[in-house]
């Protein structure tokens, strides 16, 4: 396992027990709460790595990877779709090139 998947792992678990929590004491209990929230910071954070990549700044890019991937799990927990759903449809994936999994998915 990578140092990567080891860190999801732990952060994946951190985030699923903050659910129920108290939304005024915990940043993740109130993006599970409020999968529009969560949704919508998922957004930004995403638009920020983008900013990081095109500025060629590695160490600010990486930073904001990891607030994507916080952000994407804490979507994925505030509504009900476990991380393995979402490696069922990568595991379906493999081996076929990204423009032919794209067209099959337009017909």
């Known amino acids: 396992m990578s140092r990567l998947s080891e860190v999801i792992a732990r952060l994946e ?3 699923e ?3 129920g929590g108290d939304p005024s004491t915990s940043w993740t209990a ?4 409020d999968p529009v929230l969560a949704g919508r910071k998922l957004i ?13 700044d590695g160490d600010h890019l990486a930073a904001e990877t990891a607030d994507v991937i916080y952000h994407l ?4 927990v505030a ?10 449809k990568l ?14 998915r337009s017909s």
């Open 13 to 15: 678990a951190v985030i």
């Open 30 to 33: 109130k993006l599970l709460a």
């Open 91 to 104: 595991e379906a994936r493999e081996g076929r090139s990204g423009i032919e999994e794209k067209a099959s």
């Open 73 to 76: 799990l804490a979507l994925l």
């Open 17 to 19: 027990n903050r659910k």
């Open 79 to 88: 509504t009900g779709v476990s991380p393995d759903e979402v490696a069922v």
């Open 44 to 56: 930004e954070e995403a638009g920020e790595a983008v900013e990081a990549a095109q500025s060629g």
